[in-house]
């Protein structure tokens, strides 16, 4: 691997792994409805071929601050889509009229506010780990290239360099992605 092809690896697989943060993160409930905590819910329908994205079979809306709706395709569903969100660890109990579930937030406690940061916070180092890991495996690239044709020490310097200034963007991102939903958690 050439020093340009080391570092857009690198950088690829830390676009990777901040967006997974970002992912986790859309499904982290706070006190406020929101859709994208859906996003990782799946309904067992038979007639849609098994397991199924909650969205592939119904319509999901935020009605107020504290409300989500859930329209289903074929009304038929609503039980297994009900079941569905009842077997997630979202810790909210669905209700449904026959045509539509609602979702209701409670508001959270101090208690739980502070578990869920927690919660994040240890999320957050394990992707700086990851990072870390990338960076790690990245240098004993940029190493193997010492010795070759063309490479001097002060490219290989640079690269390091590089890659130093990747990892800090990064992990910056990701403590500002911390930063916003830990404030959301405790606020809402």
Known sequence: MTLDDVLLDAE???IKTNADYEHFLKGVR??????EILDGVQAD???FGGLVP???????????????AIKPFDPKTIKEIERAIML???GITPSNDGKVIRLAFPS???????QTVKMIKERLEQHKIALRNVRKDSQKHIEGN????????????????DLQELVKT?????????????KEVMTF
């Open 146 to 161: 010492k010795g070759e044709a063309g490479v001097s020490e002060d490219a290989i310097q640079k690269a390091k360099d």
């Open 45 to 47: 329908i038979p007639s």
């Open 88 to 90: 997630s660890e979202l």
């Open 170 to 182: 990064y992990e910056a991102q990701l403590d500002k992605s911390y930063e916003k939903k830990s």
């Open 108 to 114: 959270m406690s101090q208690e739980r506010r502070e």
């Open 12 to 14: 690829d697989r830390m």
């Open 54 to 68: 909650l969205k592939s079979v119904a319509v999901v809306s935020k009605q107020g601050a504290t409300m989500l």
């Open 30 to 35: 706070t006190g406020e409805a929101s859709v």
